[in-house]
């Protein structure tokens, strides 16, 4: 059974090994050391929506909004992050959490959703945040060298009105 619902502290240790993986194995997030427990437990504690999916009582994926930039004249606007653990893409996790995402930046309310992907050459992201109308902003070229190769990023933008 899947469940979309709020972060808990108790998800921290497998949000923080979930992401691990994507810091260590891949080039979908420009960190290189994974963040502990307590960055994790900051992240939680904006106060803007952070999401687990939930399959047979484990974490299998995390959703969360976080401001897009620090400046002041940025806080209408939002930067989406999903995440999901490997063995559980392609099962429509990423859509409800997305979609969950989604609802909950409109009711805070926020006028811009941005994804900021990273062109690893996997169309997946850039599939599921079009499909929920976000469409493409335009391209960082070789922004960040992870893993012994310069990679592009793409950004994704949803007008919430």
Request: aromatic letters at 10%.
């Amino acid at each position: 059974m899947t469940k979309i619902r709020p972060l808990a502290d108790a998800d921290l240790p497998a949000v923080a090994e979930l992401y691990a993986h994507y810091v260590t194995g891949t080039v979908a997030t420009f960190d290189e050391t994974p963040p502990g427990i307590e960055e994790w437990r900051k992240k939680a504690a904006t106060g803007l929506p952070f999401l687990v999916a939930e399959v047979d009582g484990e974490v299998a994926g995390y959703a969360y909004l976080s401001q897009y930039r620090p400046k002041p004249a940025y806080r209408h606007t939002l930067e989406v992050s999903i995440y999901l653990a490997p063995g559980r893409t392609g099962q429509g996790l990423g859509r409800l959490l997305l979609g969950a995402l989604v609802e909950r930046a409109r009711e805070i309310p926020a006028r811009q959703l941005v994804a900021v992907i990273a062109d690893s050459g996997d169309p997946a992201s850039a599939r599921l945040h079009a499909a929920f109308g976000f469409e493409e902003a335009g391209r960082l070229k070789a922004v960040g060298f992870k893993h012994g190769r310069w990679v592009d990023t793409v950004l994704f933008q949803l007008d919430l009105g």
